[in-house]
């Protein structure tokens, strides 16, 4: 079993729906976690970080951590075709390594 | 800034053939990181740097090896090129005080026949 679970899509929504990406994991010990945007044949940008349990909004992104289901969400309000790219969620127990889900690829039809 | 920045883009190697890709960093960061990243299977740490002139093993390390030149440049080097070393390869530093996130540099991406 992998440390993290992602759902690798592909996801495909309408212009201006919600999408909600997910992922699970199996180790409580981690802290921080993370989403990133990878447009094709592009690095990985960072789009949102959070530490332990809660929400946090960032223009039309929300990233949510549910620590005792072991469960991270990121929601995009507003969907535009410039957010379809794959969406990679990570995470560490606060040293120097991340560990990464697969990865989700959206694509926003118009 | 240019970031992080990294060459050369793309390249074709035979198997057994040798080369280093490089990668240099402009923000003063600490930390860098060598990534391999395959279809199905996210990125992968190869190598990881906490500081100058130290050096960990990551996940996926046999085949390779790195050198911290200095503070800026952490170079991936292929001894003897094989098949399953065909990926697109990624460096990246690490940015203090945001959660150990790290920032990714554009890819290399390697092909080995």
């Known amino acids: 079993q992998k440390e993290v679970e992602q759902d690798p899509g592909p996801l495909s929504v309408p212009e201006g729906a919600i999408v909600s990406l997910n992922c699970t994991y199996s180790?409580?010990?981690?802290?921080?976690f993370m989403w990133y945007r990878q447009y094709s044949r592009k690095g990985p940008e960072l789009l949102m970080y959070?530490?332990?349990?809660g929400n946090k909004e960032d223009g039309r992104f929300t990233a949510q951590v549910d620590k005792s289901s072991k469960y991270i969400s990121l929601f995009i309000r507003d969907s535009q075709p410039s957010d379809s790219a794959t969406y990679l969620c990570?995470?560490?127990?606060?040293?120097?390594?991340?560990?990464f889900g697969t990865g989700t690829r959206l694509t926003i039809i118009p | 800034n240019a970031g992080v920045t990294q060459t050369p883009k793309f390249q074709v190697l035979k198997t057994g053939q040798s080369m280093t890709l490089q990668c240099a960093q402009d923000?003063?960061?600490?930390?860098m990181y060598w990534y391999r990243q395959d279809p199905g299977m996210g990125l992968r740490l190869i190598y990881y740097?906490?500081?100058?002139?130290?050096?960990d093993k990551g996940e996926v390390p046999n085949g390779y090896n790195v050198s911290r030149l200095n503070k800026r440049e952490f170079s991936l080097r292929l001894e003897s090129a094989a098949p399953s070393q065909t990926s697109v390869y990624f460096c990246?530093?690490?940015?203090?005080?945001?959660?150990?996130?790290?920032?990714f540099g554009p890819g290399t991406r390697l092909l080995v026949l």
């Open positions: 990246a530093s690490r940015v203090p005080g945001q959660g150990e996130t790290q920032y």
């Open positions: 180790n409580s010990a981690f802290q921080y």
């Open positions: 959070t530490y332990s349990s």
């Open positions: 990570a995470m560490n127990f606060g040293n120097e390594k991340l560990t």
């Open positions: 923000m003063n960061h600490n930390s």
């Open positions: 740097s906490a500081s100058e002139g130290t050096t």
